[in-house]
């Protein structure tokens, strides 16, 4: 039944009515894993929609679930799978590990447990915390509005980082990347204290548009003098402490960019060397680098959030019951790394190596077949006209070639 469901999001089958066709499907049928291929007259081998219902619903909490033989999900040993399963699929020989932290809105579906408005996103939601490393999903926890966006993640930042450390070693350097809702006393100094390096974005505020001044005063004379034009940026690094929230000075990078004579300034806060590791380009930590080629490669992450709720239907938590939709969520983040994997293995030389999902649905899942079951074989006629006949021959030859 696992495998059913998380076989069918993967397929863009978000609801489980779906499945009560796709149950009699001979090529669903084999692809969730089940080899029983029997007749419509002597039974199904693939759960119907109520008893799909029924696995997601046994989430719930009840004193009566052992007089009902309802499944009930050991969410610790979930966790804990997709957390040791995505670390597996970080390439072995890899000295950087980045890691994307970010919280976005996922709407409610009425009066469920855990609603809450949320002032940002001007809704009654929910507000799950997500963790990538490139594209592959490491964490996916559905949270209630009423908190703030980072709350938890030095929680799970502990249990990433030790899975990490167990498979690779503790000379592995991990990079933690997020926007300005991160940079938190809490999550900062757990970093500073294991020998975990951040890079955050900071809020502005008087004390940080400050020293910036100096910087917009050189733009805007040099504007006048004809020697610069607008657009225009400068980025500079100083030391900075809040008031009373630190515990001590961080370095700073700020970035001093006219628009059309409007002052936009932006930063982060970070522990990385500006002159960077060894074995890195000089300077690749500078604060013009930091900024643009690393801090502002975060926003990748909004591409695999994007991906998960649009095309692996995370966002369609409608139980009624937190826990529920937390399984719900757990079913699309595997979902989600069944895809990475194969991107990462099969799609590699293809023109679908770096495709979104829903793209790769729909050149290489969405192809129309005639099946043919006999006694001893299932038989597969694929049709000539199909457009993407090279790529689907190139992939099955990487999975032919090892990739599992």
């Known amino acids: 039944m696992l495998a059913q469901r998380i076989t069918g999001l993967a397929l863009g089958y978000e609801d489980l009515n779906d499945h009560e066709q796709l149950r009699h499907d001979p090529a669903f049928v084999l692809l969730a894993g089940n080899k029983d291929l029997v007749c419509s007259d002597q039974g199904h ?60 809105d996922d709407l409610v579906h009425g009066m469920q447990e855990g609603r809450y408005y949320h002032g940002y996103y001007g809704d009654y939601c929910y507000l799950p915390l997500y963790c990538f490393c490139g594209d592959i999903p490491l ?138 590791f060894p074995g890195d380009p000089h300077g690749r930590f500078a604060p013009r680098s930091l900024y643009q080629g690393f801090y502002c490669a975060r926003g990748d992450m909004e591409n695999r959030i994007k991906e998960q709720q649009m095309d692996l239907f995370a966002d369609r938590t409608s139980c009624h019951t937190m826990a529920s939709n937390q399984l719900r969520l757990w079913f699309s983040a595997f979902a989600h790394l069944v895809m990475a994997r194969l991107r990462e293995g099969a799609l590699q030389g293809t023109e679908l190596s770096r495709a979104s999902i829903g793209t790769i649905r729909l050149k290489l899942f969405k192809v129309c077949a005639r099946i043919t079951l006999t006694t001893r074989r299932i038989h597969l006629s694929l049709p000539s006209s199909y457009p993407w006949q090279n790529l689907f021959v190139a992939t099955l030859r990487n999975i032919q070639a090892g990739f599992s």
């Open 45 to 104: 081998p693939l759960a119907g929609k109520s008893t799909l219902n029924r696995l997601e619903l046994g989430a719930k909490p009840e004193e009566d679930k052992f007089k009902y033989r309802k499944i009930q999900p050991c969410t610790d040993q979930i966790e804990e799978l997709l957390l040791s399963e995505g670390v597996k699929a970080i390439p072995r020989k890899i000295r950087e590990i980045v890691l994307d932290f970010d919280a976005t």
């Open 139 to 276: 964490w996916a926890q559905l949270r209630s509005a009423d908190r703030d966006a980072s709350l938890g993640t030095d929680e799970a930042l502990e249990k990433i980082v030790r899975a990490i450390r167990k498979r690779f070693g503790r000379k592995v350097r991990i990079i933690v990347r997020g926007d300005g809702g991160f940079a938190r006393e809490s999550i900062m100094s757990w970093c500073e204290q294991n020998k975990v390096h951040y890079c955050f974005g900071l809020s502005r505020n008087p004390r940080l548009s400050k020293e910036l001044d100096g910087a917009y005063e050189k733009m805007e004379t040099r504007i006048q003098e004809g020697k610069l034009t607008s657009p225009c940026r400068r980025f500079l690094q100083f030391q900075y402490q809040t008031l009373d929230s630190w515990s001590r000075t961080r370095r700073i990078v700020g970035k001093a960019e006219l628009i059309w004579e409007k002052r936009n300034s932006r930063f982060v806060v970070t522990n990385l060397p500006p002159q960077g």
